[in-house]
């Protein structure tokens, strides 16, 4: 306001203070017009704007306002009487705070006619200064454009008060230019010129310029981490998503990234990164340091990086956590699938349960329990075939399957995982049948085997004079061969 005052009141009243002063009577106004003709006062006029520029003087600015009303009466006003006292009015508006009449005020004295050429250019720098200052930033920032381009004087605090005016009314391609003047011709170039170019090149999208601009500031400014956040973002918008990563990693190294927005980047863009397991260990790092909170969802969050990364055991206890305090049926299902990757079956089935439950879909997790209670079966003694049928069915890889098909079986039927339960029930059913195939296999091997053996002690037995088994096991089968082949014999 100092300054527009200055530049305002200083023009307002120069024209006048030229012809007359508080102390001229008509007499003093005869003679200027002797010096000025046609620039000059009647002694009327003259002795009437005299007591408005003393109420002016004296800061009585709404009776000076009066009083000028008045004399814009008279008849016979030349165009330099009218152009002095509309002045002086947009003098007085304006020290009344009243930017809009003083506006429509100074553009009548240059509309009058009375003013030189250098008189109108000046005031027309005070209109758009007061069109700035009263919010009219497009209005104000044409006025004085119009004023520059016309060859008026480039003073810098013009070039800045136009760049900020179209700023201020968002219309950055008409301020880019008159910026590139600024800042260019700024010496010592400070932080507010890179600022104002950074924030210009951004809102028009001149990523290179921008970019430009950035690296010189950061030369300067290396401590700015909003800099390098400006930089990173550059690099990642632009399409160069591992360059930026590579930035934030460093910064996060050197210690500059603090707040929980910053850290939690880091960590988004290790997972992005496909490398889930050192995501993983900076999030639980900060949030054991208390700069990223611990919720359920950053929890969470925590587990699926551990498991995604495969490491079930460190996922295992925070989902526990996160299950226990937030109650969802997913995260119940979540540790009980880490629990069963961990072949923790007792435990996984547990979790499974609780997440049916709570709602979890009971396909999935049956198919789970039940695959987890076959893997099972992998684990125990293969059944042998010179067991008897009670140490067959008694036996712990014979319960394991049973267990794994009656899990399968509570797969509901509708469940999208209800094929597959029939399939894997056949497949258990197949396997115990195939055993009892080889068994029977086998048996009929070691069978014929002794049958062959019965026969050549028979044949034998001519030579010998007795009856004579090579493999005493055989006697077990030779009341059978007997019964099929030595009763023939006998009857013949």
Request: proline share 3%; aromatic share 10%; hydrophobic share 40%.
């Amino acid at each position: 306001m100092t300054l527009y005052k200055k530049l305002i009141g200083a023009t307002a009243l120069a024209l006048f203070a030229a012809t007359t002063s508080p102390s001229v009577m008509p007499s003093g106004l005869a003679a200027a017009q002797e010096a000025s003709e046609g620039r000059q006062f009647s002694a009327k006029a003259g002795e009437a704007v005299n007591e408005a520029l003393q109420l002016i003087n004296s800061n009585q600015h709404s009776a000076a306002l009066s009083q000028l009303s008045n004399v814009l009466n008279f008849p016979e006003l030349n165009a330099y009487e009218r152009s002095t006292i509309y002045q002086m009015q947009g003098s007085s508006y304006y020290e009344l705070n009243q930017y809009g009449p003083a506006i429509s005020a100074f553009e009548n004295a240059i509309n009058a006619g009375g003013l030189l050429p250098n008189e109108a250019d000046s005031l027309r720098v005070n209109i758009a200064q007061l069109m700035i200052a009263n919010g009219q930033y497009a209005q104000g920032a044409q006025a004085l454009e119009n004023y520059l381009n016309r060859g008026g004087q480039q003073k810098p605090q013009y070039t800045e008060m136009l760049v900020q005016a179209w700023v201020q009314s968002e219309n950055y391609s008409k301020a880019l230019p008159w910026a590139e003047k600024w800042f260019r011709g700024a010496s010592p170039k400070e932080r507010k010129h890179f600022d104002l170019m950074n924030f210009l090149y951004n809102n028009l999208g001149m990523q290179g310029r921008q970019a430009d601009i950035v690296k010189q500031m950061i030369n300067r400014w290396p401590n700015d981490k909003q800099l390098w956040d400006a930089w990173a973002s550059m690099l990642a918008n632009g399409g160069r998503e591992q360059e930026a990563f590579e930035v934030t990693k460093m910064l996060y190294l050197g210690g500059a990234l603090t707040s929980e927005q910053d850290l939690m980047k880091v960590v988004q863009y290790y997972s992005f990164y496909d490398m889930p397991f050192q995501a993983a260990q900076i999030l639980e790092k900060e949030m054991n340091a208390g700069r990223i909170s611990r919720n359920s969802e950053k929890m969470v969050q925590l587990s699926s990086l551990f498991r995604q990364a495969r490491e079930y055991k460190r996922a295992i206890p925070v989902l526990e956590s996160a299950a226990s305090s937030s109650g969802q049926a997913k995260l119940y299902a979540d540790l009980g699938e880490a629990l069963y990757n961990e072949g923790q079956c007792v435990k996984a089935e547990t979790a499974f349960k609780s997440a049916i439950n709570k709602g979890y879909d009971a396909g999935k997790s049956w198919m789970l329990i039940a695959t987890c209670r076959y893997e099972d079966t992998q684990k125990q003694e293969r059944i042998d075939c010179k067991m008897t049928e009670a140490q067959k069915d008694a036996a712990p890889i014979t319960k394991a399957r049973q267990s794994a098909i009656e899990a399968f079986e509570q797969v509901p039927s509708s469940s999208r995982e209800g094929r597959n339960a029939k399939k894997w029930i056949s497949f258990i059913r197949a396997e115990r049948e195939a055993v009892e195939n080889r068994c029977i296999f086998e048996a009929n091997v070691e069978k014929e085997l002794c049958f062959a053996i019965i026969k050549g002690a028979y044949d034998n037995e001519v030579f010998v004079g007795r009856f004579e088994l090579d493999d005493p096991k055989c006697e077990a089968f030779k009341a059978e061969y007997d019964s099929k082949y030595r009763v023939k014999i006998v009857d013949q």
